[in-house]
Structures are given as C-alpha cells and as structure tokens.
C-alpha cells in the first residue's frame, strides 16, 4: 500500500482515496512479542480499523521493562553496552517477519529508525547511558 498526498494537497491519500492515518504505537514488537502474539495483536488491531501500525527498529530501553527472552539487535558486550558493528540477525529477520505480517494484513508499517536513548547528550540517553551510540560508530555526527 503507497501513501502519498492526495493531488489537491488536502489529505493523505491510497490508491487515488483519501487515507485516514489511524496507529497504535508497537514500539518494541520486534523485541518482546513472538509471532503468534504479534498475529493475535493485528487481528485484533484490524477489528478495531487501525489503519498503521508505528514500530521503533530498535528498541526503546528507558521506558520499558527487560526479560531474559527479550531480542536484542546487537550483540551485548559484559558491560551492558551494545557493540554497533555486530547486529543479531535472528531480531532483524523477526523485524522483516513482523513487517510482512503488517502488509499481509493491510495494515500500514511505519518505522521509525532509532529512539532518542541511542543519542549521545539527550534526555533518554541519560536514563539509558547503556544505548547511546559512539558518535565513532554511528555515522551520524
């Protein structure tokens, strides 16, 4: 499913009809819930005509609870910290998973790439000084 503005710039737009954009935020689906769950939750997400679903591609770890199973997208080193260069392919193929299941369900994904814990000198970071990103390894500074 594209989005796009429709041609009178007054409303999102799919498929040449406007396109209201209904989400429910599930931030850390990719970490915490299994396939079965997350089918149970777009079932029930569908029945309620949510229209998108956001997802958070990394985790957000300063406002949420930690279990053993819990799907880390990088390895972590003994100290806690997360090394950047080596990510877990079993949490991205569950992303990948995740994300088909979304269109497979007409549903819109919509991802948001990193949370404000993984930059360094924010207030997330400070409650997670575990997830902030080396300004060496992020490319992004």
Partial sequence: MRI?????KNCLASGGKPFFYLADTAWMAFQKLTLTEFAQYLHFRKTQRFSVIQFSVLPISHDTSTASDDLEPFTLNPDGTRDFFKYNPDYFDKAEAIIRMTFEAD???????LWAN???DTWAAERSPSTVMPLKQSNLF
Wanted: charged share 15%; aromatic share 6%.
């Fill in 4 to 8: 796009t503005i429709d041609k009178a």
């Fill in 118 to 120: 993984y930059i360094p």
């Fill in 107 to 113: 549903l819109v994904p919509c991802l948001h790439l």
